[in-house]
Nanobody, 123 residues
């Protein structure tokens, strides 16, 4: 599976953006798909994960209630709907896939990564 992330941009605080992560070559069956964020000068941090096999979702505490992760019916695109954005949400957002047996809230649990898309939230 190859991943293509898109949808980033510049948005004002309180605004919304939707990121997409599209798979090419195969669908997301049997994978977990995660979103990570890397802010300037900081380490990459986990944001959210969805499991393609049971559609279970998980969120980092700072984005709960604001972000929503979903998978399309064809299981080739994962969306990250981001609402009530804050300046601290600024960063490069990456999607990644990992096997269900691996930890979902850490980058070590993922084996393939997309190229990243930049989100900038202005105050």
């Amino acid at each position: 599976v190859q991943l293509q992330a898109s949808g980033g941009g510049l948005v004002q605080s309180g605004g919304s953006l939707t990121l997409s992560c599209r798979s090419s070559g195969s669908n997301f069956d049997h994978y977990r798909i995660g979103w990570f964020r890397q802010a300037p000068g900081k380490e990459r941090e986990w944001i959210s994960t969805i499991s393609a096999y049971d559609l279970s979702t998980h969120y980092e505490d700072s984005v709960k209630g604001r972000f929503d992760i979903s998978l399309d019916n064809h299981r080739i695109t994962v969306w990250l709907h981001m609402n009530s954005l804050k300046p601290e949400d600024t960063g490069v957002y990456y999607c990644a896939v990992g096997r269900p047996s691996r930890i979902y809230a850490d980058a070590s649990g993922y084996e393939k990564w997309g190229q990243g898309t930049l989100v900038t939230v202005s105050s």
